[in-house]
């Protein structure tokens, strides 16, 4: 899974850099470590079974029943909604800021109204305890020693590592 919000510029595929390796506000930072969610944003849930995440990709594919709607048979409806959480490895942790995207309830809700449940729906998400990589812009950058992480950053990429 990856969510492009922005698209960085690279010829090759870097090796993710260690946390506390964290540059300059407004650098790139390209990371990976363990999600850890933040109990204060720690609401999000799969609308298909209601398992916490930090963030949801919800594709939904719908198959047109009825004479009139030829129109919509193929369509998908898509949308991502995501939590800012720490994402830590060996080195230390960062505060990953993801945009707030539009509620995934709300979109699968629309859905089953108006389109029924006999279409093929997706759930793609990011829990606590998953390797991910995130890619993004250094906002702020942190004496470890007094706060619980070294940088807060701007996501502009996330996925699943290996």
């Keep these: 899974m990856r969510w492009f919000l922005d698209i960085f510029t690279r ?40 398992s916490p995440a930090v963030a949801l990709h919800y594709v939904a594919h719908i198959r047109a029943v009825g004479q009139h709607t030829e129109e919509i048979d193929g369509l998908v409806i898509q949308g991502s909604e995501g939590r800012d959480f ?28 108006t389109h029924g449940a006999g279409n093929e729906i997706n759930v793609e ?12 812009r250094i906002r702020a950058v942190l004496d470890e020693a007094e706060a619980r992480w070294c940088c807060v950053v701007q996501a502009n990429e996330l996925e699943h590592a290996q």
């Design 86 to 113: 720490i994402l830590r490895d060996d080195s230390g942790a960062a505060l990953i800021q993801l945009e707030p995207g539009s509620s995934v309830a709300r979109l699968h809700a629309h859905v089953i109204t």
């Design 11 to 50: 010829d090759a595929d870097p090796e993710p850099q260690a946390i506390s390796a964290a540059g300059e506000v407004g650098g790139r930072i390209d990371i990976t470590g363990i999600v850890e969610a933040i109990e204060a944003s720690n609401d999000l849930k799969s609308p298909l079974d209601g």
């Design 125 to 136: 998400a990011i829990v606590p305890g998953d390797r991910v990589r995130v890619r993004g």
